[in-house]
């Protein structure tokens, strides 16, 4: 893990981000009306992407996978969680419990299959007719992320109410508790900076300069981390089946082209992620390449 390389990965990013909100704002209002328009859409798909890069940084800030100074990797990852309205410590001891128990039927944190017998009555008339697959996939692409942060919505089952937000949560055990507070401030006070740009810019200009580009990161992220560990092909086992290796290779590259480089690999290297969460993005590839001989297909 090298400082320098992963700083300037975050630098190049952010540079990205800042040149991006520079045209929006400095060089789109220059243009004609009906390319103005058009403008917006352009800038929230470009900045969406490279704020999901940015996302892709405080992972693995998570998974001290930044620095060898976990101090250095939670104040990274805790500012630019925090910029993306995400609770870092809260979401890092989950996304830490999810690599520990991958493709667990008990313990596996999210995006774990329903079986047969547990499926509910209605669940044909939804999952077998293309208009309720389609709303499902609006609901998963747009409002799955904060559901599953405020509701557990897709999470494992818990005793009680599970939430992210909350200290006492059953997610969390007490080490664990001063550290999703923290995590709690960071994203007030960033939701109350928001506030503040709403009330001197308006609100319709903090939703087009930053909410549009928030929503599309975050329907990248369900995305991305649905298919990882959603196939045909990957095993979920239960208790008297799973181990930590076997959970760690039910899991799925898949490959989004050019966007591979803008998600710092973390696409089309999952595997090579999850036997080695701690190793850096800029590492990922190289060690894909050396498994695959031994992994196969």
Not at 125 to 138: D, F, K, M
């Amino acid at each position: 893990r090298s400082v320098i390389k992963a700083v300037s990965y975050l630098v190049h990013d952010l540079g990205i981000v800042g040149a991006l909100l520079y045209v929006a704002l400095g060089w789109r209002p220059t243009l004609p009306s009906v390319l103005q328009l058009g403008a917006w859409p352009l800038y929230w798909v470009l900045q969406g992407c490279v704020m999901t890069g940015v996302w892709v940084i405080a992972h693995e800030c998570g998974h001290n996978a930044f620095s060898d100074s976990s101090l250095l990797d939670d104040i990274v990852g805790l500012v630019l969680h925090s910029w993306l309205l995400v609770p870092y410590f809260s979401w890092k001891y989950s996304h830490r419990r999810h690599h520990s128990n991958t493709g667990s039927l008990e313990r596996d944190e999210v995006f774990v299959p329903k079986q047969k017998e547990a499926l509910a009555w209605y669940a044909p008339y939804i999952y077998n007719n293309p208009v309720g697959r389609l709303g499902l996939l609006v609901v998963q692409l747009t409002i799955g992320w904060p559901m599953y942060l405020s509701l557990n919505t897709c999470g494992r089952p818990y005793p009680r109410f599970a939430c992210h937000f909350d200290p006492y949560s059953p997610i969390y055990n007490d080490r664990e508790r001063a550290q999703v507070s923290i995590s709690d401030v960071g994203v007030l006070a960033v939701s109350l900076a928001l506030s503040k740009l709403a009330s001197a810019l308006g609100f319709w200009w903090v939703v087009r300069v930053y909410g549009v580009p928030l929503l599309i990161v975050n329907a990248w992220l369900v995305l991305i981390t649905y298919l990882q560990h959603t196939h045909p092909a990957l095993p979920h086992y239960d208790s008297t089946e799973w181990d930590w290796l076997r959970g760690a290779l039910a899991t799925m590259d898949r490959d989004y082209g050019i966007l591979n480089r803008v998600f710092h690999n973390i696409t089309d290297t999952h595997v090579a992620h999850h036997l080695f969460s701690n190793m850096p993005h800029y590492h990922a590839m190289e060690a894909t390449k050396a498994i695959k001989p031994i992994l196969g297909e």
